[in-house]
């Protein structure tokens, strides 16, 4: 059955009743700022120590982001799900432009609008705001200078991604080209001549 | 809205009008297409679904077959009655010049050419179904509160910040002095300063006045800088003073005449006449 | 270090996310219901294992009547409020107020500001009170029962005074130099700028 654990040093036990208890994931500097201006090596440490303990167990330690977190065990989701309040439900419209974002950020309204052929609500950016998943991340450098959306630690938390790489089939979408403007794509394809000739006057 | 059920079914467009101009396979399942107005995201997320129904690679659709569904959908629904917004009518009336285009011969063709805008409208649904397809793994993560869990009732953190306020005996002791110093009750002692009074500048000045009739600058009645005690600035300016009162008084009494060229030039007086 | 921890069986792992992802604690019977009516006996057993296996950790699975729940270990419980010092310098109208409350003692508010010649912002004796150098010392006898101040042990020991009567008296201070009119000691300091000013325009 399960004997105790091995006798964990006292950064670890601290590193880990922190994050236990923490109300947020928390980041390596976080983690040593409450922890007295612990040496941050010292806590990685703590905290992959941690990780490998607790692989396999119905608890979890998982990277999001920057910052680190305890969560249930994914595989225990059909036990634990009964009686819990539903996560919010997002439109279809909500759920593409969040991942628009998620795929293409930094990325503009506009921008948006082009990839989906459909001028997008401002309610709709609202919703993903509100939900703590995007953010405004500054503004494009071209003309009218738009805001430019950007994803958040949130969104990465809340579908448990440990960063952005980790986002379903983003290299292959990368390397097939389908993140980039169609006026990129279609250059591409039709050769360096042809571009040039359409880039003239006319 | 999408209980309101406005389905309806678009009818096959007979394969015959497909073969008309020999364009691309027909679909063969069209006729039990069953579209919901409001399930749309757009005119480009019509296309995109009416292309998905072709049951083939994006990159191999038929745009004229597509273009071809979609103008069916937009009659279907304009015979049924149902409103259509302003850009599905737009996009249908650009994929009408499109289709015309594709089928005119090539030497008539404007800039850019009917193939470069269906490679174009290729390449936007590509990409419009790419994110649709991303969006649909995306939710379907394990996400929090559905899938995983956090700890249920954390004990939560919280650091206290206790300010360590900081003065010394000094500065404690100069506070009261000054406390004191400022509301102490005012007995002003003006210091004994030197000054020249206006007596002794009437005098002075009378007596100076009284050597010629020239013209005389005021500056120059008064005590001379190497006289002991007459070369403090402060002393000067109380001299200056009164001396320039004694003027005025002189000429107001008749004694002496005063005269200045301009704004901020000597000052000059003289003796009356009499 | 810290080894991947034993593997868990299922039902272990189960009442282990469960319990970390409750609100409150749960009793065996809870658990039991909450887990497809597992049998209370390996619930029992389960409970039993985890309890040995977090002992010595940062977190402890403890038991609150006849329920349980995850904490944070209670030796480790000081890092879930830490207290941040804050050196700060006491402000000059503070100062005053509180010299003023040392050499008049007990004073009340009104006699304060008569003494200052200003008025005194609550805050001012709530920043002396929290410092813990002066308190309220009960109430003047007379129309409106002001409060009176007085100052504390605390502050004589932060100014290393045995007792009040070290405070330096009225012609101490005055033979320091301390009690010479602002305005003076300002033409001290700038009297030979305003030399200069009378040699000025001529």
Same mark, same amino acid.
């Given at each position: 059955m399960n004997p105790p654990a091995e006798e964990a040093d006292a950064l670890t036990r601290a590193v880990e009743a922190t994050l236990f208890a923490s109300e947020e994931p928390l980041t390596i500097a976080a983690l040593s700022a409450h922890l007295g201006d612990a040496d941050a090596a010292e806590i990685r440490a703590a905290v992959n120590d941690l990780e490998t303990f607790y692989a396999g167990r119905g608890v979890a330690l998982v990277r999001r982001g920057a910052a680190w977190h305890f969560q249930t065990a994914p595989d225990l989701a059909h036990l634990l799900r009964r009686e819990r309040e539903q996560v919010r439900r997002l439109s279809r419209a909500a759920t593409e432009v969040l991942a628009i974002v998620a795929y293409h950020e930094p990325v503009s309204r506009a921008e948006i609008e082009s990839i989906r052929g459909v001028q997008t609500a401002k309610g709709t950016l609202?919703?993903?705001? &509100? @939900?703590? %998943?995007?953010?405004?991340?500054?503004?494009r450098d071209v003309p009218g200078r738009p805001v430019i959306y950007a994803t958040t630690q949130? =969104?990465?938390?809340?579908f448990g991604? @440990?960063?952005? /790489?980790?986002?379903? *089939?983003?290299?292959?979408?990368?390397?097939?080209?389908?993140?980039?403007?169609?006026d990129d794509a279609y250059d591409a394809l039709s050769g360096p001549n042809e571009s040039d000739g359409a880039a003239g006057p006319d | 809205m999408s209980g309101t059920g406005l389905l309806f079914a678009v009818t096959e467009p007979a394969g015959a009008r497909a073969t008309d101009h020999g364009a691309g396979p027909t679909t063969a399942d069209d006729a039990a297409l069953y579209l919901e107005l409001d399930g749309w995201e757009g005119p480009l997320d019509l296309l995109l679904d009416l292309a998905r129904r072709q049951k083939v690679d994006l990159r191999a659709i038929s745009i004229l077959s597509l273009v071809d569904q979609y103008l069916d959908y937009i009659e279907q629904a304009e015979a049924l009655k149902l409103e259509l917004a302003a850009d599905y009518l737009v996009m249908a009336a650009w994929l009408a010049y499109l289709k015309s285009a594709l089928l005119l011969p090539a030497e008539e063709q404007e800039e850019p050419g009917p193939e470069e805008l269906a490679l174009r409208l290729q390449?936007?649904?590509?990409?419009?179904?790419?994110?649709?397809?991303?969006?649909?793994?995306l939710l379907a993560r394990d996400r929090? *509160?559905?899938?995983? =869990?956090?700890?249920? @009732?954390? &004990?939560?953190?919280?650091?206290?910040?206790?300010?360590? %306020?900081?003065?010394? %005996?000094?500065?404690l002791i100069q506070a009261y002095g000054q406390v004191k110093a400022r509301t102490a009750p005012a007995v002003h002692m003006v210091r004994d300063r030197p000054v020249m009074t206006l007596e002794s500048a009437l005098e002075r000045v009378a007596a100076m006045l009284g050597v010629s009739r020239d013209w005389m600058r005021l500056e120059d009645l008064l005590p001379p800088v190497a006289e002991p005690g007459w070369e403090r600035p402060r002393l000067r300016r109380s001299a200056l003073a009164s001396s320039f009162v004694a003027a005025? &008084?002189?000429?107001?009494? *008749? /004694?002496? &005449?005063? /005269?200045?060229? *301009? @704004? =901020?030039?000597?000052?000059?007086?003289? /003796?009356?006449?009499?």
């Open positions: 609202d919703v993903l705001m &509100e @939900a703590g %998943w995007i953010r405004a991340a500054g503004r949130e =969104f990465l938390a809340h991604l @440990a960063s952005r /790489r980790d986002l379903p *089939g983003i290299d292959e979408l990368r390397s097939a080209g389908l993140l980039d403007p169609v | 390449l936007r649904l590509a990409r419009l179904g790419a994110m649709r397809e991303a969006a649909a793994r929090t *509160g559905r899938d995983v =869990f956090l700890r249920g @009732a954390p &004990e939560g953190l919280r650091t206290d910040r206790k300010v360590k %306020w900081q003065c010394d %005996w000094f500065a005025l &008084e002189l000429a107001r009494t *008749g /004694r002496a &005449e005063l /005269r200045q060229n *301009g @704004a =901020f030039q000597p000052m000059l007086l003289r /003796r009356t006449a009499s």
